[in-house]
């Protein structure tokens, strides 16, 4: 399991480049004012998916985007919690598997 590294210092956009099981990996965080939470777009070879929301426990990614998941826990984040209180993670696939087989 990687913890991502993201920003705490209140910045609304920004971008990571982030290699993950070998898949050359953008992610992207966007602020959303209106709804007042974080939208991400994630981006590898195969394309992007646009607008996932950050919530918390539960996994963020369609099957098959990346080779494992990406999942947050804590509360759902603000501008200044994303990173310090609200952490993203990035779980392998061998871990998710260990995950299904343990029923989680």
């Known amino acids: 399991m990687y913890t991502i590294p993201t920003k705490t210092d209140g910045t609304e956009w920004y971008e990571i480049d982030i290699t993950l099981e070998d898949v050359d990996t953008t992610l992207e965080f966007n602020w959303n004012h209106r709804?007042?939470?974080w939208l991400m777009n994630v981006t590898t070879s195969t394309g992007t998916?646009?607008?996932i929301r950050l919530v918390p426990t539960c996994?963020?990614?369609h099957a098959?985007?990346?080779p494992g998941?990406?999942?947050m826990t804590g509360s759902e984040p603000s501008t200044t919690t994303l990173g310090t209180s609200s952490i993203l993670y990035y779980v392998t696939a061998e871990e998710v598997a260990d995950l299904e087989v343990a029923g989680v």
């Open 35 to 37: 709804l007042e939470c």
């Open 49 to 51: 998916i646009s607008g």
């Open 59 to 61: 996994p963020l990614l």
């Open 64 to 66: 098959g985007t990346l």
């Open 69 to 71: 998941q990406l999942w």
